[in-house]
């Protein structure tokens, strides 16, 4: 059984006073160390089971009918979210669907202005 140090975490044989790296006394064998930092006893972090969306299919969309630079932005994002998801980063993930979502909204309004503001130029000429 090993004793890990409650200044460095790092592991000794039972038996030792002090740590063999830093040397820190160690506790006595029959008490439970607090590792402070060092939480050796934590449970894993929990795993997502389901991948936030890349909204491919209105990013393509938005990219054809609307506003090309804005739908080319939000690919790059959904990808982002989908290599971040694989990496187990769940966090950064969550947010590169967000900005996905964010971008592709924002691209839809600006493009249906873009087709009102020609339709209605068409119209007047």
């Not at 993930?93 to 600006?110: H, I, N, P």
């Amino acid at each position: 059984m090993k004793i890990y140090c409650q200044e460095c975490g790092a592991a000794n044989e039972t038996g030792l006073k002090e740590c063999r790296i830093c040397h820190a006394s160690l506790p006595h064998e029959g008490t439970k160390p607090d590792y402070g930092k060092y939480n050796f006893e934590a449970s894993p972090a929990p795993v997502k089971e389901i991948q936030p969306p890349m909204y491919l299919g209105w990013s393509l969309a938005l990219m054809f009918c609307c506003c090309c630079p804005l739908g080319i932005l939000a690919i790059i994002f959904g990808i982002q979210s989908a290599s971040a998801f694989k990496k187990k980063d769940y966090d950064k993930a969550d947010r590169k669907s967000e900005a996905t979502r964010k971008t592709l909204v924002w691209g839809t309004v600006l493009g249906f202005v873009m087709w009102i503001v020609i339709l209605v130029s068409g119209v007047l000429d």
